[in-house]
């Protein structure tokens, strides 16, 4: 609804005017009477009216000194000024303030309704130009930050094409100038358990917000954002004389952050800045530098603003450490053993130990390409899936220690689960042959018959039988046979002769030996003490 407000010292035109107008079916509402100026005055300040109705002549406070307060504050407050004075000079100093409607009394239903009408339309079409306008801008700004993030991505992509502070200005919508452009990198390590991926947001979001607000009046221009798995890079442009003062407040700014850590667990904060150069064209060198420098965490430690890295690789490579970590693992995954790929794993932890100035990418790089070699000896239907998860385990270490329990505990996960499998498939055909037995003992079976059933060889069903029964398949298939005899025995009035039959014996005396030797009794004298 619309409000409006009507200003005449006769409070019977106040009335009038209030009962000449459908004012609901007008999507219109009076907010207030006002019977002088200073009153009306007060009740605009108060309602902030859409409409404003006033008679020329107040005490107090004229019409025309009314019109002249209330635009300054609501430029866009429609006034419709009435009078009985139909003198055109009145009219002309009120369209000096941007008054149109000038309606004489004694008042009209028709003309004040149609007046009232007009400005409906008016404001309205005021009101759906501003919410257009309002989408506009923010669609403009929506693009303006995309095209950012589109810098950003090119810049990391090593894509740029030909960079100029012009292409910067008028293909991105950037404010950046001739002076300093250097590239940040904020990392974010934490263990998976600690925060989660909605934790994890939050942390950085609080972590840009912190950046952008202390840098963002320092410099001519930035351009930053999330970059995944705890990552938060930019660019940022300022003039030559703010080196000393940036440096300052990104390394401000981690304290913050380190400070504040222990509100969301067991978190690291470290940051690392490329090399100033001053041509836009450099700034995708600067960027790349910066996300090879915040590697120098896993040498250097956390909590660290690190700016500087030995130029050339370290003589690890020299070490063939990846060589003779495959030919290590390998022979743990043959034999299933955790110990032994406990020991690839400290070799390569050894190795690495001992190559001076090893720099923190060439051992992240070493670490995951390990993890990429062991998964490539492991049969597994989701390989990409395991590696990929071990891939992000290791972008969320902050240190040494952390990336080699990552590939720790990859093995041991693994190995253990070949293990347990292969345990598996030794298990099953003994349980099967079990099973057959206890169905099949009143049969001639033979190992020979049984093996084959289960689809070994004789030879290893007999070692696999052993192994995991503590005795041979004949013992065993013995042992079933007294217990079923015994069983007979005591239940039944079968002879035991025929009991013999039933169990699987043609020649009743080798029956009653193997009885007697496994229960130190005859078939007949255990019948008279048991059955």
Not at 28 to 39: F, R, S
Not at 89 to 103: D, H, N, P, T
Not at 384 to 409: D, M, P
Not at 455 to 474: D, I, M, P, R, V
Request: net charge negative; proline share 2%.
């Amino acid at each position: 609804m619309l409000k409006v407000v009507i200003a005449d010292d006769e409070e019977r035109i106040c009335r009038l005017i209030e009962a000449l107008v459908d004012w609901r079916s007008l999507g219109m509402e009076v907010a207030a009477a006002a019977h002088n100026g200073l009153e009306a005055l007060e009740f605009a300040e108060r309602f902030r009216p859409d409409i404003l109705i006033t008679d020329i002549r107040m005490p107090g406070c004229s019409g025309l000194e009314l019109i002249e307060k209330v635009k300054k504050s609501m430029p866009e407050l429609e006034i419709i000024i009435i009078s009985g004075y139909a003198h055109f000079e009145y009219a002309k100093s009120a369209i000096q303030f941007g008054v149109g409607e000038y309606l004489l009394k004694p008042i009209n239903k028709a003309e004040l309704t149609m007046t009232l009408e007009r400005l409906r339309t008016k404001i309205e079409g005021r009101l759906r130009e501003k919410e257009d306008r309002q989408q506009m801008e923010q669609k403009s700004r929506h693009d303006v930050l995309r095209l950012r993030e589109l810098l950003l991505e090119r810049l990391l992509e090593q894509k740029t094409g030909e960079l100029s502070i012009g292409v910067l200005q008028e293909e991105y919508y950037l404010e950046m100038k001739p002076g300093c452009f250097q590239a940040i990198w904020l990392k974010v390590d934490s263990p998976e358990k600690e925060l989660g991926d909605e934790g994890k947001s939050i942390v950085m979001e609080r972590a840009g917000r912190l950046l952008e607000s202390n840098l963002r009046h320092k410099c001519f221009d930035m351009v930053c954002r999330e970059q995944g798995q705890g990552n938060y890079v930019g660019v940022l442009n300022y003039a030559e004389e703010r080196q000393e003062e940036i440096r300052r407040i990104l390394k401000d700014c981690l304290n913050q952050l380190e400070s504040g850590k222990k509100l969301y667990g067991d978190i690291f904060f470290s940051m690392a800045v490329g090399s100033v150069v001053r041509e836009p064209s450099e700034m995708a060198g600067s960027l790349q530098e910066a996300s090879l420098i915040i590697m120098e965490r896993l040498v250097k430690g956390t909590g660290r603003l690190l700016d500087y890295m030995p130029e050339g690789d370290s003589a690890l490579h020299e070490k063939s450490l990846m060589e003779k970590y495959l030919r290590a693992v390998t022979h743990a995954i043959e034999i299933m053993s955790e110990e032994e790929a406990q020991k690839a794993l400290e070799q390569i932890r050894a190795g690495v130990s001992e190559v001076k100035d090893v720099r923190g990418y060439e051992i992240y790089e070493l670490v995951s390409s390990c993890g990429a070699l062991f998964l490539s000896q492991v049969e597994s239907k989701d390989r990409r899936e395991k590696l990929e998860f071990f891939s992000g385990k290791c972008r969320q270490c902050g240190s040494q220690e952390a990336l080699f329990g990552v590939l720790q505990e990859l093995q041991e996960d693994y190995i253990r689960e070949l293990v347990q499998q292969h345990e598996g498939d030794m298990v099953r055909p003994i349980r099967q042959a079990k099973q057959y037995i206890q169905n099949h003992f009143s049969e001639p079976i033979t190992q020979e018959e049984v093996s084959s059933i289960v689809g070994l060889s004789s030879t290893y069903f007999s070692a696999l039988f052993k192994k995991e029964e503590g005795e041979g398949f004949a013992k065993y298939l013995t042992g079933v046979r007294m217990e079923q005899a015994k069983i007979l025995l005591r239940e039944s009035n079968a002879s035991v002769s025929e009991i013999c039959k039933k169990v699987g014996y043609n020649d009743l005396k080798h029956f009653t030996h193997n009885f007697e030797k496994a229960t130190g009794l005859k078939p007949g004298a255990y019948r008279k003490l048991y059955g």
